[in-house]
């Protein structure tokens, strides 16, 4: 069963600062995916990862994918107030259609 | 595109009673799933339909809880009857096979007093 591990769970930022989330895979996985989602809310599709080395950009949000090491990461590049939400990655199993996904990062920044 | 169309938005029960939970996918996805989302447990997929068939049902958590596809545009999740222990928010999400993309709806906010 493929499990995904996400730390922090809880990340405190302050503005303009620069912040990493992790995300791991247990088993081999073919894409990767990080969400958003606000409270009471539905959630955002942020990126989709496709293969080993893969790096997508939006704004101040970096995603990459190691699938050597079954590590994907959520970069945030000077981090402001309306990045405050819980991000969460999500792996899909090679031949599967479901996803599996981690606990999420609650994320608060400060001014 | 409407998305992903969830109904009701909330709901509030008395413990034992049905409740039945609808979506429709977004049109032309032939992959529809049911997750629940919990404090405690996270999101948990419950069930998952490919071309209206239910391909992995291994995480509805009792007999309690049903769900059918009967075509391409509508799916029902069913808890009879309900428990205190029910309440959480479910989220149905469409895909199209083959394809990269899974889109979540706006969920159904259960409470089961």
């Known amino acids: 069963e493929l499990k995904v591990e996400q730390n922090p769970l809880f990340l405190s930022m302050q503005e303009g600062k620069n912040y990493t989330i992790y995300c791991n895979y247990s088993?081999?996985?073919?894409?990767l995916y990080w969400y958003r989602q606000d409270p009471g809310k539905s959630l955002e599709s942020l990126f989709v990862?496709?293969?080993?080395?893969a790096v997508k950009q939006e704004g101040r949000l970096m995603a990459s994918l190691d699938t050597k090491a079954r590590l994907s990461t959520l970069h945030i590049t000077a981090a402001v107030h309306d990045l405050s939400a819980t991000y969460f990655c999500?792996?899909?199993?090679?031949?599967?259609?479901?996803?599996?996904f981690g606990a999420g990062t609650t994320v608060t920044v400060r001014a | 595109d409407a998305g992903v169309i969830q109904s009701p938005r909330h709901e509030v029960t008395e413990m034992g009673q049905e409740v039945t939970l609808r979506c429709k996918p977004i049109?032309?996805?032939?992959?529809l799933f049911w997750y629940r989302q919990t404090m405690m447990r996270g999101l948990e997929l419950l069930i998952y339909?490919?071309?209206?068939?239910?391909?992995?049902d291994s995480g509805m958590p009792e007999d309690r809880f049903s769900a059918k596809m009967p075509n391409a545009s509508f799916s029902t999740l069913k808890i009879q009857p309900s428990e205190p222990r029910d309440s959480a928010v479910y989220f149905c999400a469409s895909s199209l096979k083959g394809g990269y993309g899974y889109t979540f709806g706006s969920g159904t906010r259960l409470t089961v007093v």
């Open positions: 990862l496709l293969s080993n080395g």
């Open positions: 088993t081999t996985s073919d894409r």
């Open positions: 049109s032309g996805h032939n992959s």
């Open positions: 339909f490919n071309n209206n068939v239910p391909i992995d």
């Open positions: 999500a792996a899909r199993g090679f031949n599967d259609y479901k996803l599996s």
